[in-house]
């Protein structure tokens, strides 16, 4: 029993004590007080009337009919005079008259009051004696109104300190029930504070956890800075802040191996006459110049979510996701370095820019060549130029219209494959889906990554979303020893709350499915939509499924708020992960990074793993799982 209810529990039977105890108490008062009055009255009524017929010297004759004329007046239950000898002269009985009290109220509570009595007589002579009891009708009606009105006064009494009850515990549950949710909020490693209440007691327990979840944040924040500080001294340039050229490799080469490649873009660019200006100017100049264009390209990088890096001593790179239109990126991008630079060239050229697509499978040597080639014949024209590279085909997913997409999802013409996710003993932990869509007349099936660009466009992403878990759980319900699988959401699907109501009803329509259910979302979305995202996770979680971030860490400079999401998993993103036998500044981020994880309460999981000499370094930094080409399905 809550104590909430307890104490309402307390207070009920305490009032309900005090009421029956003061009613019982006052009832009893009233039956004394009307006996003793009834007893008195027997006693006036019986000496008054002896001694008036003792003063007219009365006979028998007389008592008997002055008794008969007194009981007929109808006050007297009972009237009876007996001679000294015992033998009765009169005797006047009234029958038992209904009274409007109900009769277990004469049988619990009677009237005990003692009958009147007196002697008569004639001069010397006694003539009898006198006994006489008035009628107690009166009196019991006068109780059970006494005891009515009481009752009714207590009943008002006990509403208005039941409604002063409910008030007072009303202001002691509102501040209990915040203290209450912040400890739910910790056990979910979500870390909030809650204003202080008024109560001194309850003042007292939220200042004590507001402390803790300040230290508690405190904690997770600078081991999150000390990250940092690891993430960027391993994969980072020191000077410009850009990725440097392995870390920057590494990623273009895992996206060369995924199918989120094609339409993605790479830009090379070269600063213009850079061994003539290193040789002409100050060593403090050139380091200027190269922060400039560092940051020039962090900035375009930042709003094309775009990965920059320094990959020479005059070279760098952007490489852009395929819903950024390249071209124009390109020439803002030229424009910015032609204007930083042109206090140091003199109106020379300041950069130049080669471009090539990527598509999916093809080799990093040959895209490299081919972008170079760009970028030696803009060099070639000696002016601020962009070159691209020959363009490849068409790819099949820029000519899906949303129109055949959104059918597709309609006629249920959607698949799941899936891929292992296995801890570091290689045993199953779930399942990574994706979809697959049979789009018009087709009799193929087409990866929904070809369509996603035309999905988002068409804000079809959340369908998508939901037809995926929908899949999900019909086939954790045919296979019933099946782990767990995992389900990919898009940026739209955690950015708005109608969104999240739908996948939610969908996540509870099979309750018994729901731990089984893994949902996963982008670093980069999450941290984009950080608030819608924190209460979508959080209601996830209620329902009983699990909920993490993918390719984590490609935005780890605002990685100090996961604490706060409440998250079940992380994977890491490959890029980390790729040769990470041979880097042991990573190799001590990733072991920090999972210990950090692991305080919090969360599984961490590394992506895109290729060879098992990762997969041991992985072992060694305290992982918990693994996923990747190298990830087979358990024997």
Not at 97 to 126: D, T
Not at 334 to 361: C, D, Q
Not at 417 to 425: A, E, F, K, R
Request: charge should be neutral.
């Amino acid at each position: 029993m809550s104590m909430y209810r307890q104490m309402w529990l307390a207070i009920i039977l305490s009032t309900l004590l005090a009421l029956l105890g003061g009613l019982l108490a006052s009832t009893l008062n009233a039956r004394a007080y009307l006996s003793e009055q009834l007893s008195a009255k027997n006693n006036d009524n019986a000496t008054a009337l002896a001694l008036a017929l003792s003063q007219q010297n009365a006979s028998t004759t007389m008592v008997e009919l002055t008794v008969s004329a007194l009981f007929d007046s109808g006050h007297y239950e009972l009237i009876r005079v007996v001679d000294p000898l015992g033998k009765t002269i009169v005797d006047k009985t009234a029958p038992a008259n209904a009274v409007e009290v109900p009769a277990w109220f004469v049988k619990v509570l009677p009237l005990n009051a003692a009958p009147g009595q007196a002697q008569i007589s004639s001069g010397w002579n006694q003539i009898g004696t006198l006994t006489l009891v008035s009628k107690s009708r009166f009196a019991y009606e006068a109780l059970w109104k006494s005891v009515l009105q009481l009752a009714t006064a207590l009943a008002i009494a006990g509403l208005v300190g039941g409604v002063l009850g409910a008030t007072v515990l009303g202001r002691l549950r509102e501040p209990l029930q915040r203290v209450i949710n912040q400890a739910n909020a910790i056990s979910e490693r979500r870390f909030v504070l809650i204003d202080l209440p008024d109560v001194p007691e309850l003042r007292q327990l939220a200042m004590a956890m507001n402390g803790t979840v300040t230290r508690l944040k405190s904690m997770f924040a600078e081991e999150a800075q000390r990250l940092e500080v690891l993430r960027v001294a391993a994969n980072y340039d020191t000077l410009t802040g850009l990725a440097n050229r392995t870390f920057f490799l590494v990623q273009l080469l895992d996206s060369l191996d995924s199918e989120e490649a094609e339409g993605s873009t790479l830009l090379l660019v070269r600063i213009a006459s850079f061994s003539g200006l290193s040789q002409r100017l100050t060593l403090g100049a050139v380091d200027g110049l190269l922060k400039t264009v560092g940051e020039t390209l962090q900035h375009q990088a930042l709003q094309s979510q775009a990965v920059a890096a320094r990959i020479g001593d005059f070279d760098f790179a952007l490489l852009l996701p395929a819903q950024v239109n390249a071209r124009e990126v390109g020439k803002k991008l030229l424009a910015s370095l032609a204007k930083v630079s042109a206090p140091l060239t003199a109106g020379g050229p300041g950069a130049y820019i080669g471009m090539g697509k990527l598509t999916r499978g093809q080799d990093m040597p040959s895209l490299m060549a081919q972008v170079s080639s760009a970028l030696i014949a803009a060099e070639a024209q000696g002016a601020n130029v962009i070159r691209e590279a020959s363009p490849e085909a068409a790819t099949q997913g820029e000519s899906v219209t949303a129109p055949l997409i959104k059918l597709a999802l309609e006629k249920n013409r959607a698949r799941l494959l899936s891929l292992p996710v296995t801890d570091m003993q290689g045993k199953l932990l779930h399942r990574e889906c994706t979809m697959e869509l049979m789009l018009g007349s087709a009799t193929g099936w087409e990866s929904a990554r070809h369509v996603m660009q035309a999905a988002e466009d068409a804000q079809l992403t959340p369908a998508m979303d939901l037809q995926g878990i929908k899949l999900a759980q019909e086939k954790l319900a045919s296979e019933p020893h099946l782990a767990g699988l995992s389900i990919s959401l898009s940026a739209l699907s955690i950015s708005a709350e109608q969104h999240h109501v739908k996948l939610l009803d969908q996540i509870r329509k099979s309750p018994s499915l729901a731990d089984r259910l893994w949902l996963e979302v982008a670093e980069s979305a999450a941290v984009k939509h950080s608030e819608s995202f924190r209460t979508f996770a959080a209601k996830v979680r209620h329902a009983g499924s699990h909920v993490g971030l993918k390719h984590f860490g490609r935005h780890f400079n605002q990685a100090d708020a996961v604490h706060d999401l409440g998250l079940d998993f992380l994977k890491v993103d490959s890029s980390f992960v790729r040769g990470l036998q041979y880097s042991a500044d990573n190799q001590i981020f990733l072991k920090d990074l999972a210990s950090a994880a692991h305080k919090m309460g969360m599984q961490v999981f590394a992506e895109g793993l290729i060879d098992r000499a990762e997969l041991a370094a992985l072992e060694t930094a305290g992982f918990d799982g693994v996923a990747g080409p190298a990830v087979k399905d358990p024997a």
